[in-house]
């Protein structure tokens, strides 16, 4: 065994790129709860909540990435980030396996898997065009059940008398109730800013979740065989987000590191069609860059035009 293996097999976060995204997830709860240590004019305050935003609007993509591969080799610290993650977002670890590991990559076989019926629920229709009503549309009615849904599958997995997987559901269930547990107590002692952090700030996180879940996958239905998600070859956005742009390679490669996507997606031969999926630059002046990037695929060397 080379020195440099022995070196990377010894590390405690299996891979230095996400060094950046371990520091932000353990920080990320000290900067939701600083502002309930704050007394100060309304104007500071709204400025605090702008701060807290910015710095905290990347985390669920930090949650994606750590649920699909977690950070270290330490089981404890991987449940410790997850705990972490889960209070700065409020869609714990539980949340994400059961929606999108265990729901959203198995829906072109969700027929073959009867357990996994309830992610009808939040599928989305690769060929309706995108539109402001259509989203609107999508998060009214996704929204609440990516709240109400996995914590209605953890409580009832958890209480079955015979399950091979109801150890996984309980600790799950463990991880939403002291989340939830600590967020409902100081929602009791601080009303105001509870609603403000955590009311305002999870609804956030679940909407535009829910959005660019849409985003990836609406209209994406054309020739290709790999025409069951949209890509973003941005480069501000992969930097910002992780190469979570490389959607089809993230698909059809769930558990590589998001550093290879690119790679990834270049050996299949993708390639943005050139048409937005968004007709519009914008929607309602908001995620103008996330929106206008996203583009439907085709595949370089069966496509030269």
Request: glycine share 4%.
């Amino acid at each position: 065994m080379s020195p440099a293996h022995t070196i990377a097999s010894d590390r405690l976060i299996i891979h230095p790129e996400d060094r950046p995204q371990v520091i932000l997830a353990l920080v990320g709860p000290a900067i939701l709860l600083f502002p309930f240590l704050l007394s100060a004019p309304l104007w500071v305050e709204i400025l605090v909540w702008i701060n807290c935003w910015f710095l905290l609007c990347r985390h669920n993509y930090i949650l994606h990435n750590h649920v699909h591969r977690p950070f270290t080799r330490l089981k404890l610290l991987n449940r410790v980030i997850g705990l972490c993650l889960g209070f700065t977002t409020g869609m714990t670890a539980g949340n994400w396996k059961i929606t999108h590991i265990h729901g959203h990559h198995v829906e072109h076989s969700v027929a073959a898997l009867r357990n996994r019926s309830y992610v009808k629920q939040l599928a989305i229709t690769d060929d309706e065009s995108f539109s402001a009503a259509s989203v609107a549309r999508h998060l009214m009615r996704t929204v609440p059940i990516q709240w109400v849904l996995p914590v209605f599958i953890l409580f009832r997995e958890s209480l079955k008398p015979r399950s091979y997987r109801r150890v996984f559901y309980r600790f799950y269930l463990i991880e939403f109730l002291i989340v939830y547990g600590a967020v409902a107590l100081l929602c009791w002692l601080w009303p105001a800013k509870g609603a403000a952090y955590f009311g305002i700030i999870y609804i956030l996180v679940y909407s535009i979740s829910r959005y660019m879940d849409y985003i990836t996958h609406v209209s994406s239905n054309n020739a290709s065989r790999y025409s069951f998600a949209n890509i973003c070859l941005n480069p501000r956005f992969n930097a910002t987000f992780w190469n979570f742009g490389h959607h089809v390679a993230h698909h059809l490669h769930p558990k590589a590191h998001w550093s290879q996507l690119p790679t990834l997606s270049s050996h299949l031969g993708l390639m943005e069609d050139g048409t937005p999926v968004a007709k519009s630059r914008s929607f309602l002046r908001f995620h103008a860059p996330v929106t206008y990037h996203w583009y439907r695929i085709r595949e370089v060397w069966r496509d030269p035009a």
